[in-house]
């Protein structure tokens, strides 16, 4: 079913890097969950109606809050597709993650209010009616919901989109939330035992957590994270594969929108090669990615003093003295000048978050272990931060 969707509905659907086939694919994701959900939403409805029962009633206004999702994704992916402006120059594709925060606040807004209704009719417990008309209706719900998870998880890894596999992972919890309510019917069927006003209370408070996973999921991006390890293991593979290059550091990932990032990097190249070479290398490493990775690089160029034996050497005892300090520790830009009676050592220092010490103390420590190599080291030390 879900390839028979993918051929009908978008057009050149294999071209997953031109923007208007990941909207494509958006649209088709985000219309058949508002059709679903809201012909579940109206299924439920009758089927709680029918039984009286508020965890079906619960369960039925939320299919209708992933209606709503499933517009603002629309809404999201549309908006996310508009091209760069003059005030905009980076694009427009964070707005999905900004639909994403709106969806999460109407997940919020419905598991609130189910929460007092249902702790409301524990206050003031009703009687339900059991009925085999609502027990199909929520059998062919979580088969529905089930399905709907497949689809948009297929959708999401595809276009590797964040809305999407959240939208599948919120599926998979209907089908969770609805079993339970079926679970609650068949106790008050066969043991006459009424849970519907708990069972509504734990599906509301279900559906709080997966507001709050979603804000979680969607606010991240926007506040700047991390890229995938395998990613940054991917470009630098490709930068370092060319045999000038001698290393890199400082990758940074700026994270516009899926499909269109920017990245900046250092790469080191031999402090003999010659200028224009070196440019030129560059040069044709940053169209590479770009060609590639459909996004924008700038390579800051660094030249080192590989051939330097002495400058090698010092610089591997300053390595270890760091790594002694704490592993996750490194430098680079690693160099040195002579004075009439003392070595500078110049060298960034890649401090992780999280160490436990001030930039002072560290300087100062790295400092007192290097002067206790030689008393003529005098470090100079830029402290810096591993963003990738």
Request: with cysteine.
């Amino acid at each position: 079913m879900t390839k028979l969707l993918i051929r009908l509905f978008v057009r050149d659907s294999n071209n997953i890097k031109d923007a208007a086939v990941r909207v494509r694919y958006g649209y088709l994701g985000s219309v058949t969950g508002i059709v679903l959900n809201i012909l579940l939403f109206a299924g439920k409805l009758i089927a709680g109606i029918i039984s009286g029962a508020i965890s079906v009633t619960a369960d039925a206004f939320n299919n209708l809050s992933d209606a709503g999702s499933s517009i603002v994704s629309l809404v999201g992916f549309k908006m996310a597709a508009q091209p760069a402006d003059e005030e905009h120059p980076f694009g427009h594709g964070r707005m999905e993650y900004v639909s994403g925060l709106i969806i999460s606040f109407l997940i919020l807004l419905m598991g609130f209010e189910l929460a007092h209704e249902s702790v409301l009719k524990m206050i003031s417990p009703k009687d339900i009616r059991f009925s085999w008309l609502t027990l199909c209706i929520l059998i062919a719900s979580v088969l529905v919901k089930l399905w709907m998870g497949l689809f948009n998880l297929t959708l999401g890894k595809r276009i590797n989109s964040t809305s999407m596999k959240a939208t599948a992972a919120d599926s998979i919890s209907d089908c969770i939330s609805t079993s339970a309510v079926i679970v609650a019917m068949l106790v008050f069927y066969f043991a006459g035992v009424n849970i519907d006003s708990i069972i509504g209370l734990l599906v509301a408070l279900f559906i709080l957590y997966n507001g709050v996973k979603t804000f979680r999921e969607s606010l991240t991006p926007l506040l700047g994270t991390k890229p995938d390890k395998e990613f940054v293991d991917e470009i630098t593979a490709a930068v370092e594969k060319y045999p000038d290059i001698v290393g890199t550091h400082d990758l940074i990932v700026h994270d516009y929108g899926v499909g269109n990032l920017i990245i900046s990097m250092h790469a080191e190249v031999p402090m003999q090669m010659e200028f224009n070479a070196a440019h030129e290398l560059v040069d044709m490493i940053e169209d590479e990615l770009k060609k590639k990775y459909n996004c924008l690089v700038t390579i800051h160029m660094d030249p080192v003093a590989v051939n330097d034996e002495r400058v090698m050497a010092v610089k591997a005892q300053v390595s270890e003295v760091v790594r002694n300090i704490d592993s996750r520790m490194s430098i680079h830009d690693f160099r040195m000048t002579d004075g009439r009676d003392r070595v500078n050592l110049i060298f960034d220092l890649v401090v992780p978050f999280g160490l436990g010490m001030t930039d002072a103390q560290v300087r100062e420590n790295v400092s007192a272990r290097v002067s206790a190599l030689d008393k003529a080291y005098c470090c100079v030390i830029s402290i810096d931060r591993e963003y990738a």
